[in-house]
């Protein structure tokens, strides 16, 4: 597969009008021309540059994925279901005002305000919640300001086009709380593919990333809630481990709207992405598996610390009683592999389906041997 | 004073076109003009508001082209003289108007001057206005020279009152904007008091009601008027014939190509072999003056612009006479030999002539056109259709294109006509998606705006600019409205029509005779209609863009002001607000970042692109400091301080 860097033609070409735009943000704030609005990259006006960083940056062009793991993570810890797994750990917030204000153990946010009151970094970005549940990416410095930012956002948050504002201004070492896509283009900004415009990304320090299945569209996510809820009333949602459905928490109580209502309006780009854990991250985080009550599991995360940072963060935590932490139970690490696996499968499937060339993956390396290894 | 109220007759001036008519008006004793302004015709009216005091005329820029016929015609009713002046495509609103008006007749003389634009050099068609005359059963002349038009429009009152009917002159842009010699005659001095009497007999041509009824005695008069003037127009001195008595060829022409005709013939040297009949008076035609010349010969050319209209009526008799001046071959526009798009030119007719002639003659070396450019080239900077530095529209139509991506859902403008139709071109970021007439972006929005129902899903957004919102964007605003339909109206208010040069409009304080009138404020009257209205400076970038982007998200009809000043306006021109330059340490240029955002995307012709240094410059010369580009540089390498 060719791995030539080329322009803003190309994205458009390759990514957005093939549906493909995660909303990443890698390819917004670079320059005047692409802008996220909404829950959408847009481009206003072309560009001619042959070879751009909006096109070497984003996750869904191509990427030699084996020399990104060679560069990233140590090759004994390589797994090719979940990536680089150096540990393995089910853990929570110790403090329970940070459970309260997070998603689910509030393992992030925890994480996050450490490395902040620690000076590992100065800059930490996450995800807040706009105007009509639209999500943006901003920049804090301090530990409660991450808190006050908790919770999952399924609509896109365009985080790394954050990144790419923060990385620009005054700030020193600058780590990133992100989705799979995201954590992949942050991951090809560190490959310095265009070294002389390496888009200061030495500044970042930590990536922590969150697993994902999909993130949804937003105009069509509120068409579906109009009938249902306002959306102001919206306090957050989620995708209840095992069950299939998805419950929105409002103001009013907590709507369940079944799986078969809710897989059509994910963001196109979702079907076909084959990473839900985050490889490329320092850490990553889900919620837990601990097979328990929902009400209970809920309050726990299951971690991957995937490099020697990731590490470094974990055993602070530890030390300073940040975290708590609990064994994981027998075979949940499996059940993770073989979950993760089966969506690198179906999404390589669906990729198939597209070009109906199983030798053309469009943005997935073929030769790869972990693309190998689930296809042939 | 104006040359054009010069009172030595007698005396030679140099006029344009467009002023011989003023002044064969003046001559004439006219009494009240309106138009509306429109390339090649504008500055006719211009040109008697300018005098209006001195000649005690009212002059006016009406709302548009059917109100100043209407305007133009009560004065008539009130046995005054007047004129009403404007382009074609303004002949095409006034139709309505102009129909009713012919049936039912004129009293004090009544010109209409259409002006043609062949070529399309100031339209965005070729329309024509000759075929009205023969629609509408009036009398059409067409000047041939300047001192024509003058004489032949100072003639033209008297034969509309001949006749009492309207009386059409029409002129092209060649004509209208080109200058020549003019003969100056007696101004008129006199006074009539307008009055209008209506308690005579019905059919009582002076004294009765105005009206077309009853139909059958009234068409039947008017048609017995147009045989009364082709039989002024057997003897009419507008109508020359230059050439041997047998020709081998006869060519027929009028108007501009008279001139091109003639140049043909002499630079053919054919002045012996090639009769030139050239006419002055087009319809109706003077059925034994051209039977006397077809007769003469058994080749004919006839040579006019655009569309066969001579032809087809010269053709026309010449089947009626068969018998009598026996079968010709015609050459024209309908087999070829001459196009039948695009104005002519000496060389053309030349070829014509030659062609038919069987003589060799080539008008140009094959490479002329080839050489010509290049050397226009070497010699002219490549200058490409764009707005004026400093222009509003680049502004607002930054703002609208990019509400319009953002907004994601495919959106497009209707367009019509004004400065702004050029946002059809990259200069406008090629935002028009559909163009037509005047107002007609309202209309066709508005029927866009009825289409979700089919389930249409794009937004539909017209533009309209000031004058045009009065001309003719209300109607279609008020069908909207009342029809519900989901449309963004972004009204391009620059003070002033500023396309044909700044003539007064509704929404201004003064009119054409620069008297203090009640200006009409749009954004009221959008109200009042019942739309959401908002006003924005186009100037604030990402505001006007915000608003936009709100305002497409909501159902109904909603109207976005842009106000901001036309850069050549007589108040901006004068002074700069920014005085505007690159700091080149910060200018990113061609890299990946910026890749000449400035020049290569929003392209102000204040900016340019210093290819040696490979960095942004702001030429002092050019730019009006609206220090707009400062807004859009992703480096803060432009920078604007403000004039004190
Ligand atoms: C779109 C999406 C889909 C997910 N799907 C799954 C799944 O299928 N399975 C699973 O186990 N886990 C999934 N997660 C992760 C899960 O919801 C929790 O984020 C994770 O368990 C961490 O919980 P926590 O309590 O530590 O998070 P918190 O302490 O609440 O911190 C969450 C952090 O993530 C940031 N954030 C929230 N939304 C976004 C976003 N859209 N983009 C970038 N940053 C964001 C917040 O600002 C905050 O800093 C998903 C998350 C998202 C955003
Ligand atoms: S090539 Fe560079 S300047 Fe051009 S669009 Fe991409 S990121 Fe922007
Ligand atoms: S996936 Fe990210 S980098 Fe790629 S086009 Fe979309 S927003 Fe830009
Ligand atoms: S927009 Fe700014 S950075 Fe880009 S070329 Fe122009 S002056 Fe330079
Ligand atoms: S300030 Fe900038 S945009 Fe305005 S006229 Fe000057 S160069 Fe053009």
């Given at each position: 597969?060719?791995?030539?860097?080329?322009?803003?033609?190309?994205l458009?070409?390759?990514?957005h009008?093939?549906q493909?735009?995660?909303?990443?943000?890698?390819?917004?704030?670079?320059?005047?021309?692409?802008?996220?609005?909404?829950?959408?990259?847009?481009?206003?006006?072309?560009?001619?540059?042959?070879?751009?960083?909006?096109?070497?940056?984003?996750?869904?062009?191509?990427?030699?994925?084996?020399?990104?793991?060679?560069?990233?993570?140590?090759?004994?810890?390589?797994?090719?279901?979940?990536?680089?797994?150096?540990?393995?750990?089910?853990?929570?917030?110790?403090?329970a005002?940070?459970?309260?204000?997070a998603?689910?153990?509030?393992?992030?946010?925890?994480?996050?305000?450490?490395?902040?009151a620690?000076?590992?970094?100065?800059?930490?970005?996450?995800?807040?919640?706009?105007?009509?549940?639209?999500?943006?990416?901003?920049?804090?410095?301090?530990?409660?300001?991450?808190?006050?930012?908790?919770?999952?956002?399924?609509?896109?948050?365009?985080?790394?086009?954050?990144?790419?504002?923060?990385?620009?201004?005054?700030?020193?070492?600058?780590?990133?709380?992100?989705?799979?896509?995201?954590?992949?283009?942050?991951?090809?900004?560190?490959?310095?593919?265009?070294?002389?415009?390496?888009?200061?990304?030495?500044?970042?320090?930590?990536?922590?990333?969150?697993?994902?299945?999909?993130?949804?569209?937003?105009?069509?996510?509120t068409?579906?809630?109009?009938?249902?809820?306002?959306?102001?009333?919206?306090?957050?949602?989620?995708?209840?481990?095992?069950?299939?459905?998805?419950?929105?928490?409002?103001?009013?109580?907590?709507?369940?709207?079944?799986?078969?209502?809710?897989?059509?309006?994910?963001?196109?780009?979702?079907?076909?992405?084959?990473?839900?854990?985050?490889?490329?991250?320092?850490?990553?985080?889900?919620?837990?598996?601990?097979?328990?009550?929902?009400?209970?599991?809920?309050?726990?995360?299951?971690?991957?610390?995937?490099?020697?940072?990731?590490?470094?963060?974990?055993?602070l935590?530890?030390?300073?009683?940040?975290?708590?932490?609990?064994?994981?139970?027998?075979?949940?690490?499996?059940?993770?592999?073989?979950?993760?696996?089966?969506?690198?499968?179906?999404?390589?499937?669906?990729?198939?389906?597209?070009?109906?060339?199983?030798?053309?993956?469009?943005?997935?390396?073929?030769?790869?041997?972990?693309?190998?290894?689930?296809?042939? | 004073?104006?040359?054009?109220?010069?009172?030595?007759e007698?005396?030679?001036?140099?006029?344009?076109?467009?002023?011989?008519?003023?002044?064969?008006?003046?001559?004439?004793?006219?009494?009240?003009?309106?138009?509306?302004?429109?390339?090649?015709?504008?500055?006719?009216?211009?040109?008697?508001?300018?005098?209006?005091?001195?000649?005690?005329?009212?002059?006016?820029?009406?709302?548009?082209?059917?109100?100043?016929?209407?305007?133009?015609?009560?004065?008539?009713?009130?046995?005054?003289?007047?004129l009403?002046?404007?382009?074609?495509?303004?002949?095409?609103?006034?139709?309505?108007?102009?129909?009713?008006?012919?049936?039912?007749?004129?009293?004090?003389?009544?010109?209409?001057?259409?002006?043609?634009?062949?070529?399309?050099?100031s339209?965005?068609?070729?329309?024509?206005?000759?075929?009205?005359?023969?629609m509408v059963?009036?009398?059409?002349?067409?000047?041939?020279?300047?001192?024509?038009?003058?004489?032949?429009?100072?003639?033209?009152?008297?034969?509309?009152?001949?006749?009492?009917?309207?009386?059409?002159?029409?002129?092209?842009?060649?004509?209208?904007?080109?200058?020549?010699?003019?003969?100056?005659?007696?101004?008129?001095?006199?006074?009539?008091?307008?009055?209008?009497?209506?308690?005579?007999?019905?059919?009582?041509?002076?004294?009765?009601?105005?009206?077309?009824?009853?139909?059958?005695?009234?068409?039947?008069?008017?048609?017995?008027?147009?045989?009364?003037?082709?039989?002024?127009?057997?003897?009419?001195?507008f109508?020359?014939?230059?050439?041997?008595?047998?020709?081998?060829?006869?060519?027929?022409?009028?108007?501009?190509?008279?001139?091109?005709?003639?140049?043909?013939?002499?630079?053919?040297?054919?002045?012996d072999?090639?009769?030139l009949?050239?006419?002055?008076?087009?319809?109706?035609?003077?059925?034994?003056?051209?039977?006397?010349?077809l007769?003469?010969?058994?080749?004919?050319?006839?040579?006019?612009?655009?569309?066969?209209?001579?032809?087809?009526?010269?053709?026309?008799?010449?089947?009626?006479?068969?018998?009598?001046?026996?079968?010709?071959?015609?050459?024209?526009?309908?087999?070829?030999?001459?196009?039948?798009?695009?104005?002519?030119n000496p060389?053309?007719?030349?070829?014509?002539?030659?062609?038919?002639?069987?003589?060799?003659?080539?008008?140009?070396?094959?490479?002329?056109?080839?050489?010509?450019?290049?050397?226009?080239?070497?010699?002219?900077?490549?200058?490409?259709?764009?707005?004026?530095?400093?222009?509003?529209?680049?502004?607002?139509?930054?703002?609208?294109?990019?509400?319009?991506?953002?907004?994601?859902?495919?959106?497009?403008?209707?367009?019509?006509?004004?400065?702004?139709?050029?946002?059809?071109?990259?200069?406008?970021?090629?935002?028009?998606k559909?163009?037509?007439?005047?107002?007609?972006?309202?209309?066709v929005?508005?029927?866009?705006?009825?289409?979700?129902?089919?389930?249409?899903?794009?937004?539909?957004?017209?533009?309209?600019?000031?004058?045009?919102?009065?001309?003719?964007?209300?109607?279609?605003?008020?069908?909207?409205?009342?029809?519900?339909?989901?449309?963004?109206?972004?009204?391009?208010?620059?003070?002033?029509?500023?396309?044909?040069?700044?003539?007064?409009?509704?929404?201004l304080?003064?009119?054409?005779?620069?008297?203090?009138?009640?200006?009409?404020?749009?954004?009221?009257?959008?109200?009042?209609?019942?739309?959401?209205?908002?006003?924005?400076d186009?100037?604030?970038?990402?505001?006007?863009?915000?608003?936009?982007?709100?305002?497409?998200?909501?159902?109904?009809?909603?109207?976005?002001?842009?106000?901001?000043?036309?850069?050549?306006?007589?108040?901006?021109?004068?002074?700069?607000?920014?005085?505007?330059?690159?700091?080149?340490?910060?200018?990113?240029?061609e890299?990946?970042?910026?890749?000449?955002?400035?020049?290569?995307?929003?392209?102000?012709?204040?900016?340019?692109?210093?290819?040696?240094?490979?960095?942004?410059?702001?030429?002092?010369?050019?730019?009006?400091?609206?220090?707009?580009?400062?807004?859009?540089?992703?480096?803060?390498?432009?920078?604007?301080?403000?004039?004190?």
């Amino acid at each position: 597969m060719e791995m030539t860097i080329m322009g803003q033609k190309e994205l458009q070409e390759r990514v957005h009008r093939a549906q493909l735009c995660t909303g990443c943000g890698a390819c917004v704030n670079l320059c005047p021309y692409q802008v996220f609005y909404q829950d959408q990259t847009i481009v206003l006006d072309a560009c001619d540059i042959k070879e751009g960083r909006c096109f070497a940056f984003c996750p869904r062009t191509p990427a030699d994925l084996e020399a990104m793991r060679r560069r990233f993570f140590a090759p004994g810890d390589l797994t090719p279901e979940i990536g680089a797994v150096k540990g393995y750990l089910i853990a929570r917030a110790a403090d329970a005002a940070i459970r309260t204000g997070a998603q689910h153990g509030g393992t992030v946010s925890a994480l996050m305000a450490l490395a902040l009151a620690e000076g590992l970094i100065d800059t930490a970005i996450v995800a807040e919640g706009a105007d009509r549940f639209l999500q943006q990416g901003v920049a804090v410095g301090d530990g409660a300001e991450v808190l006050k930012r908790g919770k999952s956002k399924f609509i896109t948050a365009a985080t790394v086009a954050a990144f790419n504002r923060a990385a620009k201004g005054p700030a020193g070492a600058i780590g990133v709380v992100a989705t799979p896509c995201q954590v992949f283009a942050l991951a090809k900004m560190r490959m310095k593919p265009l070294p002389e415009r390496d888009n200061n990304i030495d500044k970042l320090k930590l990536v922590i990333g969150l697993f994902c299945g999909w993130a949804l569209d937003w105009r069509k996510f509120t068409a579906l809630l109009a009938a249902r809820t306002a959306l102001e009333d919206i306090t957050g949602m989620d995708i209840p481990q095992g069950r299939r459905l998805v419950v929105i928490y409002t103001r009013n109580g907590a709507l369940e709207i079944p799986w078969d209502e809710v897989a059509p309006i994910a963001r196109e780009a979702c079907g076909v992405c084959v990473d839900t854990t985050a490889e490329f991250a320092d850490l990553s985080v889900g919620s837990a598996r601990i097979g328990e009550t929902w009400e209970t599991t809920r309050t726990w995360n299951q971690v991957i610390v995937r490099t020697e940072a990731g590490q470094a963060l974990i055993d602070l935590a530890r030390r300073k009683g940040v975290l708590e932490f609990r064994e994981p139970p027998a075979g949940v690490l499996d059940e993770l592999k073989a979950a993760a696996r089966d969506k690198k499968k179906a999404s390589l499937e669906k990729i198939i389906a597209r070009t109906g060339n199983p030798e053309d993956l469009i943005y997935v390396d073929r030769r790869d041997p972990v693309i190998r290894a689930i296809l042939d | 004073m104006s040359k054009l109220i010069d009172p030595r007759e007698g005396v030679r001036v140099l006029l344009m076109g467009n002023e011989a008519i003023v002044r064969g008006a003046l001559e004439a004793g006219v009494n009240v003009a309106a138009g509306y302004p429109g390339t090649p015709s504008s500055e006719i009216v211009q040109n008697l508001a300018d005098v209006a005091g001195e000649r005690n005329l009212y002059v006016e820029w009406s709302v548009n082209e059917k109100v100043a016929m209407e305007v133009a015609a009560a004065a008539s009713f009130a046995k005054l003289r007047s004129l009403c002046a404007m382009k074609q495509n303004g002949v095409n609103v006034a139709s309505d108007f102009l129909l009713h008006l012919t049936a039912a007749g004129t009293r004090g003389g009544m010109v209409l001057v259409a002006c043609d634009d062949p070529g399309a050099l100031s339209s965005v068609n070729e329309g024509e206005s000759r075929h009205f005359a023969r629609m509408v059963e009036v009398p059409l002349l067409e000047p041939g020279d300047f001192q024509e038009a003058k004489d032949m429009t100072k003639w033209a009152f008297e034969l509309s009152e001949e006749i009492r009917n309207l009386v059409v002159l029409r002129s092209v842009t060649r004509m209208s904007h080109a200058s020549g010699n003019v003969t100056l005659g007696r101004l008129s001095d006199a006074q009539p008091k307008a009055e209008f009497k209506y308690d005579g007999f019905i059919l009582d041509p002076l004294e009765g009601p105005v009206v077309s009824a009853p139909v059958p005695y009234k068409h039947t008069l008017q048609q017995e008027k147009l045989k009364r003037v082709r039989e002024i127009f057997e003897g009419s001195p507008f109508n020359t014939y230059a050439g041997p008595e047998k020709p081998d060829l006869l060519v027929v022409t009028s108007s501009a190509c008279t001139l091109y005709s003639r140049e043909a013939i002499h630079v053919l040297g054919v002045k012996d072999r090639v009769g030139l009949l050239k006419l002055g008076t087009t319809w109706p035609l003077p059925p034994e003056l051209l039977k006397r010349h077809l007769a003469s010969t058994d080749r004919v050319l006839i040579v006019e612009e655009v569309i066969p209209f001579l032809e087809e009526n010269v053709k026309i008799l010449a089947a009626e006479t068969a018998l009598e001046i026996g079968a010709k071959t015609f050459f024209g526009k309908n087999d070829g030999t001459l196009p039948s798009i695009g104005e002519l030119n000496p060389d053309l007719v030349a070829a014509a002539i030659a062609k038919i002639l069987g003589i060799d003659h080539v008008a140009m070396p094959p490479d002329y056109e080839k050489k010509a450019t290049l050397m226009s080239f070497a010699k002219a900077p490549n200058r490409e259709l764009t707005f004026c530095p400093g222009c509003p529209h680049r502004a607002s139509f930054w703002a609208i294109h990019h509400a319009l991506l953002m907004d994601n859902r495919l959106g497009f403008v209707c367009g019509d006509i004004g400065c702004y139709s050029m946002a059809a071109l990259p200069c406008g970021f090629s935002t028009l998606k559909t163009l037509h007439a005047m107002g007609s972006g309202a209309g066709v929005a508005s029927g866009f705006g009825q289409l979700h129902r089919f389930g249409m899903e794009q937004p539909a957004m017209t533009v309209c600019g000031d004058s045009t919102f009065f001309a003719s964007v209300m109607p279609a605003l008020v069908n909207a409205i009342h029809h519900r339909a989901d449309l963004t109206v972004v009204v391009l208010d620059n003070s002033g029509t500023a396309m044909t040069g700044f003539q007064p409009h509704p929404g201004l304080k003064v009119n054409a005779m620069g008297g203090d009138v009640p200006a009409l404020d749009i954004a009221r009257i959008c109200a009042a209609m019942g739309a959401k209205v908002e006003v924005r400076d186009p100037f604030q970038l990402e505001e006007a863009r915000g608003t936009l982007i709100g305002l497409l998200e909501e159902k109904g009809v909603k109207v976005l002001i842009m106000r901001q000043m036309c850069a050549l306006s007589p108040e901006k021109r004068a002074k700069k607000k920014y005085e505007v330059q690159v700091d080149e340490a910060l200018c990113l240029g061609e890299t990946c970042g910026c890749n000449r955002l400035c020049t290569r995307v929003f392209r102000c012709p204040g900016l340019v692109w210093d290819k040696e240094r490979k960095k942004a410059r702001v030429d002092e010369v050019l730019c009006a400091g609206c220090g707009v580009c400062a807004l859009i540089c992703p480096a803060e390498a432009i920078r604007k301080e403000e004039v004190a």
